[in-house]
């Protein structure tokens, strides 16, 4: 597709494990080639991009500059704010995440927090959280659309990043800003295992007879009755699988504060 059919992305790197861009790049329906050649112009993502050193930065500047307005700005991990952003510096002139996610919000069309860490500051966040590390809505005076979950399957970043380039607006929007497509039901919900949970068998210990028949992971520590994701439907890896099919409960990676609040993962 030609450049004036395709929407600029930037996908700014913060505080963060690269978790997310690999779950994206796992896509499928469509995958990451023709997410990038047919429907947008990524012009900055420090996994992909071919550029490195100065003409990376420039590239970020000239994008920013020429596509004021325009662009879609995703950014993957917290946002470091104590000591003035101190924490994260990034690039060849030295600017703090802090500076350079502010400077890219102020021009771009719309944003999306990418990721627990972008959303909600996730594990970056955890207490005593000495970075000062915050979820993007944090730290800029725009709205943010958050793709909870440690990394967010592929499925909900592709599927949001085409919502808003083929009807050029946000999609509906739950309490914590995120997409209700994707994040309007409960784990717990759709879970395949929710007819064991419903007839009173579980797990009672890794390895064992009722882990090998499948059964429900709740009394493992499971938080998907709490925890608003699709993740049995959608699943990872091309769609391969997903937490609770592989065997261990869901942890709520998509929740706020998950890291603190869902904490110790294997007790209920
Ligand atoms: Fe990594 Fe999870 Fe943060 Fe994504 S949300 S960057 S997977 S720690
Ligand atoms: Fe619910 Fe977890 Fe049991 Fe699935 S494994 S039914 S999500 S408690
Ligand atoms: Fe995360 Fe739970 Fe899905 S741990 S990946 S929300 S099953």
Redesign the pocket.
Known sequence: AELADRVPLIWLHMAECTGCSESLIRSSTPDVSTLIFDHVSLEYQETLMAAAGWQAEENLDAAMRNYKGQYLLAVEGAVPTANGGAFLTLGCKGRTGLEMVQEAAAGAAAIISVGTCASFGGVQAAKPNPTGAKGVHAVVDRPVINLG??PP?SSNIVGTLMYFIMFGKLPALDTFNRPKWAYGAR?HDNCERRGHFDAGEFVEEFGDVSAENGYCLYKMGC??PY?Y?N??QVR?NNHTS???LAGHG?????EPDFWDDMADFEKP
Do not use: D, E, R, Y
Request: charged residues 5%; positive net charge.
């Open positions: 979950g440690c399957s784990v938080k998907g925890t994701n993740c049995p990872f997903w937490p609770v869901c942890i709520g990676c998509s």
